[in-house]
């Protein structure tokens, strides 16, 4: 399959279906949609980020390799879709620790940007809070950043500060 071709058909469901089940467990052909990505002209690059999700799904192991990337890179986007799409991916794997520092500073700085949406603080924040069960001196630092954020926030971003630092409360009992 052409995936440049298909993804310049359409940016719907059934397509990204579709082009996630001729990825398959493909690693050659999972780079082709990264060199998407990273390569090619809006609409492209959006339309391909949509597939982290639908590939991680199915094949995680896929997007292992492209971890370190998508962390020193995500920052670069001007694109949110393609931000969100890349911090949703990272939010769900184990971060390496040498990049971890790197993440966290990246995420914090989405949080406290008057220009990030809603769903790019939501995914940062998730990023933290998961590197924060390793490193539990992040905890502070992240409820204070949510308490600031709070009363400028959605809805959607109240749900998940609400639910990390239930979290975080939770861990503390455990201790």
């Known amino acids: 399959m052409n995936f440049t071709a298909q993804l310049a058909i359409e940016h719907s469901r059934s397509n990204t279906d579709l082009i996630t089940k001729a990825i398959g467990s493909s690693s050659k052909k999972f780079k082709e949609i990264v060199d998407i990505i990273y390569n090619e002209q809006a609409p492209l690059p959006q339309r391909a980020s949509w597939l982290l999700a639908a590939v991680n799904e199915k ?3 896929l997007l292992n390799q492209y971890i370190p990337l998508f962390i020193t890179t995500v920052h670069k986007f001007k694109i949110d879709g393609i931000k969100r799409n890349m911090l949703s991916a990272l939010s769900q794997h184990t971060i390496p620790e040498e990049l971890q520092g790197q993440i966290v500073n990246t995420c914090f700085e989405f949080l406290l940007s008057s220009d990030e949406t809603v769903a790019v603080k939501v995914f940062a ?3 933290i809070a998961n590197i924060a069960k390793e ?3 992040l ?4 409820k204070a950043v949510i308490e600031d954020q ?4 959605s809805a959607a971003f109240h749900a998940r500060a609400k639910r990390i630092l239930k979290g975080f409360r939770q861990n503390l009992k455990k201790v």
Not at 139 to 142: A, G, I, S, T, V
Not at 150 to 153: A, D, G, M, Q
Request: glycine share 0%; net charge negative.
């Open 59 to 61: 094949h995680p192991e």
């Open 125 to 127: 924040m998730q990023i």
């Open 135 to 137: 490193h539990p001196e």
């Open 139 to 142: 905890q502070d630092e992240l």
């Open 150 to 153: 709070l009363p400028k926030s």
